[in-house]
């Protein structure tokens, strides 16, 4: 159906003055304002509007200026996912007379509307409501996560508020007490479960509500079923955690059973039962100590992606905004301002970076169950069990380096920087706290033929020679009881022997100990720091980011925008999809795990289809591993960067990129330097 003529209507009688008048008052507020007048058919029905005046924060939000908005159709310039859509909203309002209030996405902002009617035309009012939205965002999927962490634990899980009212439940819990969640749901705790009145759940329960106090406890929930249950109130609700205990209370019962058949048999026996009852806890104790180990690894490497992530575009902006402002203060203008903000900048980069290291070590730890070896720096190895052992350092002895020029040794890396980390911890243990001054902590390194000899001396209170042969015996220790389990230096020496290593130890009664570790070789001397690269060398280059985090991509743009054509993507899929009919980028730089497809899958279906590319491909991750990226990277013989990036690693990657011929590219591709 055509539209009725769209010629400038007669305005009402002082209308132009009103049109003034708002037009002066909204001027410099900063929230968007416009008026729009109903376009009709010739059946007088609204097929669209348009602008008969915006003020410069509406225009801006639509990436218009206020003169190029006039007179256009709202359909011209917004997309239907925008304010273009929205048609059917403001129609609504002109025809009912009613105000209306809705959300919709503008570009990469979510404005919020609000629609008021006038003749024949609506007052709509825009607020940028993005922040607000990416909160609610980021809520409702850490709200998510949780739901999911505490529904997939085998433990149940309860919670309960002032009026012990259930709040929530998951599904062991309600498994257990016969219910479903949905009975259980915002019910009063006793009148769901009736039966838990007048137990030992109850009255614990109650006395945590009132005291405040957190408990643990153990309770028999149901006829043969035992749990541990621990209880804490904050802010006038309940949490209850149960853990199901009944492997352990039958251990017990059967060891007491045991204990009590063979009291009355031969000594003999009854001293069997007592041996092996002790080797049975100290089974189950190691047993929960290298749970809590594979806890603490599986910690560290989520921790590490779920900072890595954000930590990145968080350093590259700085760096980015570094390179501006010095860029700034070399041209006239207000200098100590300048200088100030550069120190800011300066100081928060530096914060960063520590939070970045301490993510790597962290993520050095998690991958200690890696069996494979390769060529070590085992000065890094040092430094990186020095920087974990300073808390006990720092106030029993000052810290000195004799370092040689030495080969790198075929090691472990995690597991060689855990025997320097257990060595360090002895020898803070070995002097005494608060005479710093006096004492010293001496790290060697020395080639010695087809080796690498390290050595950790101390100048604390030496070992007797009794003490010095069972230095290395499991579960041998002269702490005192509850303060060491005598496992560290043996669990040191079995990880050098796996690595082909020795390791020995001297001392002398009141003068210290020396701990030597000899490794084999590699023949290949310690890689000396890169040069960075400076912004502006070499040729123009076109890149490709792949990578399903936005803030990611844009640092890589930003960084490496200036001097090279950059080109963001945010699925694996999309790089796909750009690189089958157009592959003229010199680097690629794909993240390794996404939601869709994973940059294993690029890489697999790129070596199908277009193996040249591979080439020029570089994996970046965050941290998290599953078993497959390990496995992929360990066979992929491809560049690796660890998230956050260093802006001059980002460079010279790209200026060191292979060359390659006959690729597919855009017909612009050659005139893109101008």
């Given at each position: 159906m055509e539209e009725t003529d769209t010629s400038p209507r007669t305005p009402a009688p002082g209308a132009d003055v009103l049109l003034s008048a708002l037009e002066e008052a909204e001027r410099c507020q900063p929230e968007g304002c416009m008026v729009l007048r109903a376009v009709r058919d010739p059946g007088g029905a609204i097929t669209d509007f348009e602008w008969l005046w915006?003020?410069?924060?509406?225009?801006?939000?639509?990436?218009?200026?206020p003169e190029m908005l006039r007179g256009r159709r709202l359909r011209e310039v917004s997309a239907d996912a925008g304010l273009g859509g929205r048609v059917d909203v403001l129609r609504e309002v002109v025809e009912t007379g009613r105000p209306a209030a809705d959300s919709f996405p503008e570009g990469e902002a979510w404005l919020q509307g609000t629609a008021v009617p006038l003749r024949d035309?609506?007052?709509l009012r825009l607020r940028d409501v993005t922040s607000a939205v990416r909160v609610e965002e980021g809520v409702r999927d850490t709200l998510a996560w949780v739901r999911d962490v505490l529904e997939g634990t085998p433990d149940a899980f309860f919670t309960v508020d002032p009026d012990w009212r259930v709040t929530y439940v998951n599904h062991q819990a309600a498994a257990i007490a016969g219910r479903t969640q949905e009975q259980l749901f915002r019910r009063v705790l006793w009148e769901a479960c009736p039966e838990m009145l007048?137990?030992?759940l109850e009255r614990e329960l109650r006395r945590v509500a009132t005291d405040g106090a957190a408990t643990t406890f153990e309770v028999?929930?149901?006829p043969g079923r035992w749990h541990e249950v621990h209880a804490w109130c904050a802010n006038g609700n309940l949490s209850v955690f149960g853990t199901d205990i009944t492997g352990k209370k039958h251990l017990e019962a059967e060891r007491d059973m045991l204990l009590a058949r063979e009291h009355s048999g031969r000594l003999e026996a009854e001293a069997l039962v007592q041996q092996r009852t002790e080797e049975l806890v100290a089974a189950r104790e190691q047993l929960v100590r290298t749970e809590k180990l594979a806890m603490a690894g599986q910690l560290a490497a989520g921790v590490g992606h779920e900072i890595n992530n954000p930590l990145s575009y968080v350093t590259g902006?700085?760096?980015?905004?570094?390179e501006q402002l010095e860029l700034v203060a070399g041209n006239p203008g207000d200098g100590e301002a300048l200088s100030e903000a550069l120190d800011a900048l300066r100081e928060a980069r530096e914060g960063a970076d520590r939070i970045r290291v301490t993510v790597r070590d962290l993520l050095t730890f998690a991958r200690a169950d890696e069996p494979h070896l390769s060529p070590v720096d085992v000065h890094a190895a040092l430094e990186f069990g020095l920087s974990m052992a300073m808390p006990h350092l720092r106030y029993r002895a000052q810290v000195e380096r004799h370092f040689a020029v030495v080969p790198t040794v075929m090691a472990h890396e995690a597991r060689l920087a855990q025997v320097f980390l257990q060595l360090l911890v002895n020898a803070a243990h070995a002097i005494p706290e608060g005479d710093a001054g006096h004492h010293r902590v001496t790290l060697t390194s020395r080639a010695e033929g087809a080796w690498v000899v390290v050595e950790v001396t101390d100048t604390g209170h030496g070992m007797a020679p009794e003490v010095l042969e069972r230095v290395f015996e499991p579960f041998f220790t002269t702490r005192p009881v509850g303060a060491g389990t005598g496992l560290g230096l043996s669990t040191a020496l079995g990880l050098v022997r796996s690595m082909r290593g020795e390791l020995t130890a001297t001392s002398t009664p009141g003068g210290g100990s020396t701990f030597r570790v000899r490794l084999p070789t590699t023949h290949e001397v310690a890689p000396p720091a890169e040069p960075e690269a400076t912004e502006g060398d070499g040729e123009r280059k076109r890149v490709l980011v792949v990578d399903d985090e936005p803030q990611v991509a844009a640092v890589?743009?930003?960084?490496l925008g200036g001097q090279h054509e950059v080109v963001l993507v945010h699925s694996g899929r999309e790089a796909l999809d750009l690189l089958a009919h157009d592959d003229a980028f010199d680097r690629i730089f794909c993240d390794l795990m996404m939601g869709d497809v994973t940059g294993m899958d690029v890489y697999e279906e790129l070596a199908r289809r277009q193996p040249e590319v591979l080439s020029r491909l570089v994996f970046m991750t965050g941290g998290g591993f599953t078993e497959r990226a390990r496995t992929f990277l360990q066979m992929v013989p491809l560049p690796r960067i660890e998230k956050p990036f260093e802006p001059a690693t980002l460079r010279a990657l790209v200026e060191g990129a292979p060359p390659h011929?006959?690729?597919?590219?855009p017909p612009a591709r050659a005139a893109e330097g101008k």
């Open positions: 915006a003020n410069p924060a509406a225009a801006r939000a639509l990436g218009r200026s035309g609506v007052l007048g137990t030992r028999r929930i149901s902006n700085l760096q980015f905004a570094l890589l743009r930003r960084v011929a006959g690729a597919r590219g």
